[in-house]
């Protein structure tokens, strides 16, 4: 019998792949209506499951792969494969302490994320949303504020991993001046690739016209930017976030917009989302979009893909191929 495979969410796109997989191997979908009842299934029907694909779709059932929940997965469980890049809802250091390991889908956002990082300096530097909004509303550019070029504004870019350094090679093509701060410098040859200048994270706040957020999220990472961050920025400095919205302090980021400091806030990710701060909401230099950093056909059938790629190697060959970056050194 081959090793079974618990599907906790959905696969919406990448479903041919899936079929070829379940010709060759047990994949069956979880039917678990609560998060007790989860736990009371994995202790019975599910208990000899080894692997399984995790979507974001599971959270309104069973909601976050805590150490509480981790605690109650199968006994002969080995791995989840998960369908997203930023896994801030699984413990995996709770994992780890199981033997359990865990893979994300960091390639397959790169190109996808980095567009709306793009998309909203866009709309942030030429002020694009209230403008169409005036126009909607009968007002031609009566009372609408000017815009900003972004040519030769330096670009902030915190985290150039795969889609801060894409986000990177998008905005080349508007001669910005583009700099970075890693928790690791990159290799010289990939600065030079991608336009990129190392600074410390001091100097990012104190010089960029426009910073944009690409960091994971964790407890290192949890309101990097808050209040004393956004008082060291530029007067009229331009927030972008395609991250995670913990990233950011939003009262902080509220009350920076309030004053004057930021000129304008883009944000596809929020704290506490779907709910969304009033602050944010009713602010007029605030652009904001339901988290669609990989919400296309294309980017979706390509996290899906991967996942199965993972999925596959963890049957097979006991692997992973993307493991996240706490996991690694088991392989």
Request: charged share 20%.
């Amino acid at each position: 019998m081959s090793p079974r495979v618990l599907i906790v969410g959905c696969v919406n796109f990448a479903t041919d792949i899936l079929q070829e997989l379940q010709a060759k191997y047990s994949i069956e979908y979880y039917a678990s209506k609560s998060r007790q009842e989860f736990f009371d299934d994995c202790a019975t029907k599910y208990k000899d499951v080894k692997v399984i694909y995790r979507s974001p779709e599971s959270m309104a059932v069973v909601g976050a792969f805590d150490a509480e929940l981790v605690a109650k997965l199968p006994k002969a469980l080995k791995f989840i494969v998960y369908c997203g890049a930023g896994y801030d809802t699984i413990d995996v250091n709770a994992c780890a302490d199981r033997n359990v390991m865990v893979s994300h889908t960091p390639i397959a956002v790169n190109e996808a994320t980095a567009d709306v990082a793009a998309l909203l300096i866009l709309m942030c530097t030429r002020n694009a949303l209230n403008a169409s909004n005036n126009l909607r509303n009968g007002y031609w550019r009566q009372g609408l504020r000017m815009g900003t070029d972004p040519e030769h504004k330096t670009l902030g870019i915190i985290g150039a991993g795969g889609i801060g350094s894409t986000l990177a090679k998008r905005m080349q093509g508007f001669e910005m001046e583009i700099q970075y701060f890693n928790r690791h410098r990159l290799p010289a040859e990939k600065e030079a690739e991608f336009g990129l200048r190392y600074v410390d994270f001091e100097t990012l706040l104190k010089t960029s016209d426009i910073i944009s957020v690409h960091c994971p999220h964790n407890p290192h990472t949890t309101h990097l930017l808050s209040f004393k961050e956004f008082a060291m920025m530029k007067q009229g400095v331009i927030i972008i976030n395609t991250a995670r919205g913990k990233v950011i302090n939003e009262a902080a980021l509220v009350m920076a917009l309030e004053r004057g400091q930021v000129l304008s806030a883009g944000l596809d990710v929020f704290e506490e989302e779907p709910k969304v701060s009033p602050g944010l909401l009713t602010h007029p230099r605030s652009v904001l979009l339901p988290h669609i950093g990989t919400y296309t056909n294309e980017s979706q059938y390509k996290m899906e893909k991967l996942v199965m790629d993972n999925l596959v190697a963890a049957l097979d060959n006991n692997s992973l191929v993307t493991p996240v970056p706490e996991h690694k050194k088991f392989f």
